[in-house]
């Protein structure tokens, strides 16, 4: 891949260290994606204790708002004109949409994508990314492999850990908790009960703590002999509660540090911050990311809960999901719809979604993105399974890629949404495959657009 040093993100693949047995029996390394050569809650609510909390949201009304959402891609700049280009490198001709006319630009990016895609552990899966520019005067989605629908929603998996953070910042925000608030008192009494006799002292983990993944919790998902992964693929269409995941976390696991101490990657945690928000605002966790986020006044109506809420009408079937070869779609995403995961979106709209909270359109206060952003010294330079993460901030991770700070999250099935707010450049990425790596994808995405 020439030129791929230019970029300065990625350290040399290593061998997947952390991952459950039933994947390294699928994937023992962590799979380069190819890139081209240009350089670049349970579901209902839960019973709460006595509070009088509500969500409050002062941003402004939807009907000041005259964005109308569609799965149809919308233009950033004057222009509305929407073109269509087709790649003769795949059996299938994508259905690229592009609020930029620029023919070079328009094939340079969807080279990216013919070339990512080749490398796919499967024929049937698909590469599918979005580019928004607003300064670039572009919004352009597209896919390369055996799905030619470039509006076809899409598994977040953790990439959805990144509005969690932004909904709890958001409670924040209404003075409903603190971060530096005791999970304790914001928890429901059969958890506090559950996680102390496993010995965690739940007056010393803060909510800040829990967003950051330095609050010493074990992950239910991914730690050190969890037969999670091994579960579900055994019986996939298993419908999972938050309470049967802390209740694996705790059986298999303990605190791994005192809070603060250190970081550890924790699903755990995510799943008691979605706890905290239905405790807090009285809903149920996607109703109330919706309502605290905004998300319908900033246009997104196709962003949803696959377990637990209804998909938008008039969306198409979601992307079929890998690993390895083997095709998971039969899965009960279930086992990933309680705060660290489980949302799914078209690839425009997750990177529209990047860049409003990058550029301060979702929180109220503009300290509170500053607060999203702070990162503890304890998280700088992490990585998951060989893949790297970044430094590790409150829901997002800072890296450098171009020369350009920009911030991101990566999901389990391939993914990677970030926003690079000085180049004014958000984008999404995925495989729709677990455990390859989006990364050198996006980095020549990025490098293509600022090259423009």
Do not use: F, H, K
């Given at each position: 891949m020439a030129g791929r040093r230019t970029l300065g993100v990625m350290a040399p693949h290593r061998p997947v260290s952390r991952v459950v047995p039933v994947v390294?029996?699928?994937?023992?390394?962590?799979?380069?994606?190819?890139?081209?050569?240009?350089?670049?809650?349970?579901?209902g609510t839960p019973t709460t204790p006595d509070r009088s909390s509500t969500v409050t949201d002062t941003i402004p009304s939807d009907d000041a708002i005259t964005t109308s959402p569609s799965t149809t891609m919308t233009s950033t700049s004057t222009s509305t004109s929407t073109s269509t280009s087709t790649s003769t490198s795949t059996s299938n001709a994508p259905t690229t949409t592009t609020s930029n006319t620029d023919p070079a630009l328009v094939d340079a990016l969807q080279a990216v994508l013919d070339a990512a895609a080749t490398s796919l552990p499967s024929p049937d899966a698909t590469v599918q990314a979005a580019v928004v520019g607003p300064v670039a005067g572009i919004e352009w989605a597209s896919t390369s492999g055996s799905d030619p629908e470039a509006n076809r929603p899409f598994r977040m998996a953790s990439v959805g850990k990144t509005f969690t953070a932004a909904t709890v910042l958001r409670l924040v925000e209404t003075r409903s908790i603190a971060l530096d608030d005791p999970i304790g008192a914001l928890l429901l009494p059969d958890t506090v009960t559950l996680l102390e006799r496993d010995g965690y002292d739940l007056a010393t983990i803060t909510v800040a703590h829990l967003l950051q993944h330095t609050g010493g919790l074990y992950d239910y998902a991914f730690g050190d002999g969890s037969p999670f992964l091994q579960d579900a693929l055994a019986d996939r269409s298993r419908v999972w509660t938050r309470r049967e995941q802390l209740e694996l976390a705790v059986s298999v696991g303990d605190p791994l540090f005192a809070p603060g101490s250190g970081f550890r990657y924790s699903d755990?945690?995510?799943?008691?911050?979605?706890?905290?928000?239905?405790?807090?605002?009285?809903?149920?966790?996607?109703?109330?990311?919706?309502?605290?986020?905004g998300l319908d006044r900033l246009g997104l109506a196709n962003i949803w809960l696959e377990s637990g809420q209804t998909a938008p009408g008039g969306l198409l079937p979601i992307s079929r999901s890998f690993l390895g070869s083997d095709e998971i779609s039969d899965l009960d995403f279930s086992l990933d719809a309680f705060g660290g995961g489980g949302l799914a979106g078209t690839t425009t709209e997750v990177a529209r979604f990047f860049g409003a909270l990058l550029g301060g359109e979702v929180f109220v206060e503009p300290t509170t993105l500053g607060r999203l952003l702070s990162v503890p010294d304890t998280n700088r330079a992490q990585e998951e399974f060989g893949i790297v993460l970044g430094d590790g901030a409150h829901g997002v991770y800072?890296?450098?890629?171009?020369?350009?700070?920009?911030?991101?999250h990566r999901g389990f099935l391939g993914t990677i949404a970030l926003s690079c707010p000085d180049a004014g450049v958000s984008l999404v990425v995925t495989t729709n495959t677990a455990l390859t790596d989006p990364l050198p994808v996006a980095a020549d995405l990025i490098a293509v657009v600022l090259a423009a």
């Open positions: 390294l029996a699928v994937l023992t390394v962590v799979a380069p994606v190819a890139c081209s050569s240009n350089g670049g809650n349970d579901t755990t945690g995510y799943a008691l911050l979605g706890e905290i928000i239905e405790v807090e605002t009285r809903l149920p966790y996607a109703d109330a990311m919706r309502d605290l986020l800072r890296m450098d890629i171009g020369g350009q700070t920009c911030w991101s």
